[in-house]
């Protein structure tokens, strides 16, 4: 009986901390709960109970389109990076009560010591809080387009492709010669845009479905609306469509996996390289209108150069393969625009507004610098 009383305890007190994580946690209001909890609560059930509530908040996001991924990434950013890790520990908590083919690529933890207990341990953590905060976050949580997001994949590129680009892409993010850069740059876009139109010169005509994959870019503040403009301009070069979700900071990118691939690893670079740039453009660049205008800039001049490499690239494929490649374009670009119509079947078109001319200036300029002719004669390999 005992027992049973303890598991009722858990239940209600797990409830009641739901119950107070939907309410703005202000100081006075995280104190209030505090007081709460310990006129409520037996300390023996506290931790358990943190740990139920926050199982119980986690386990409809699944459901919602989710992924252990986008659930840590969003706690990052809506909460911050301390808080992150029990996002995180969270995940490998729950996963052990979920099934092997849902485990795959998640770290199990074995349940015998509660969350909250592990957190209390760590110095200058507050335990009570961040459940609160984690648990708030998940259940104000929107839901997500149903089909599961692909996390990277790069079964399908040459290893010795990829290491070669990832190493250019870190070479162009970290020198200080924008000449450099945009000659590192540019040699990365065309080793994938290459090794890309090739793959699906010789694959393509196996394919007897195109598949399109979904990547979801996660972006970091503050701008993240003018930022999200260069995930389009990338994506739309490579064959595919971004759709941004603002409220959340979310790009979600729809395409074939080789694309996806070249997307993500452009962006992550061009955004490092865009803010150097920024930070260096000199006077009136602190101006949140000089830095919006100055992003929305770069990256629009970074479509027009990706554009033009992307026609370059598949018309020396075509002049080496013949019009084979033209009909696996197509069928995979219809795949795409099908998928998007299928997550996304309220699509609206957002316009931006540019009020700082200098900015717009400076970033076409950056842009200019940091993308995408070849180069070839700036490389020594």
């Known amino acids: 009986m005992a027992a049973y009383e303890s598991r009722d305890q858990v239940a209600v007190a797990a409830a009641l901390i739901t119950e107070l994580a939907r309410r703005p946690l202000t100081p006075d209001a995280l104190a209030g709960a505090r007081a709460v909890l310990a006129g409520r609560v037996p300390d023996a059930a506290l931790d358990p109970a943190a740990e139920r509530a926050m ?9 919602r389109g989710w992924t252990p991924r986008d659930l840590v990434e969003v706690v990052r950013r809506r909460i911050g990076a301390t808080t992150a890790p029990l996002a995180a520990e ?12 849902w485990r795959t690529g998640v770290e199990t933890v074995p349940g015998d010591v509660p969350l909250l207990t592990s957190w209390r341990a760590r110095t200058g953590v507050d335990g009570l809080g961040a459940v609160l905060r984690l648990v708030g976050t998940m259940l104000s949580l929107p839901p997500l387009p149903a089909a599961p997001a692909v996390e990277p994949d790069t079964s399908g590129i040459d290893p010795k492709v990829l290491a070669r680009v990832r190493g250019l892409l870190a070479k162009a993010e970290s020198t200080t010669f ?3 850069a945009e000659a590192l740059s540019a040699k990365a876009q065309e080793l994938m845009a290459r090794h890309a139109l090739a793959a699906a010169t010789v694959t393509g005509a196996a394919e007897a479905v195109p598949t399109a994959g979904v990547r979801r870019l996660w972006l970091d503040l503050p701008y993240t609306s003018a930022k999200s403009s260069l995930c389009h301009q990338v994506a739309g070069a490579n064959r595919c469509r971004a759709v941004s979700l603002d409220a959340l900071d979310l790009v979600t990118v729809v395409g074939h996996p080789t694309d996806l691939d070249t997307v993500e690893l452009l962006t992550t670079s061009l955004l490092v390289q865009a803010g150097r740039a920024m930070a260096g ?3 009136g660049s602190r101006t949140r209108s000089f830095r919006h205008a100055f992003l929305l800039s770069y990256a629009t001049r970074i479509g027009e150069r990706l554009r033009a490499a992307g026609e370059a690239a598949e018309a020396a494929a075509r002049a080496e393969s013949g019009d084979a490649l033209l009909p696996v374009l197509a069928a995979r670009g219809e795949v795409v625009e099908r998928t998007v119509a299928e997550l996304f079947p309220r699509l609206t078109t ?3 507004s540019v009020g700082n001319a200098a900015g717009w200036r400076a970033g076409r300029e950056a842009a200019d610098a940091a993308s995408l002719r070849v180069g070839r004669e700036a490389l020594h390999e």
Do not use: I, M, N
Not at 55 to 63: F, G, R, S
Not at 91 to 96: C, E, G, M, Q
């Open 350 to 352: 957002k316009r931006f």
């Open 178 to 180: 924008a000449e450099e």
């Open 281 to 283: 453009a000199g006077s």
């Open 55 to 63: 199982l119980d908040a986690v386990d409809p996001l699944w459901a």
């Open 90 to 101: 969270l995940v490998a908590t729950d996963a052990v009560r979920r099934p092997a083919t």
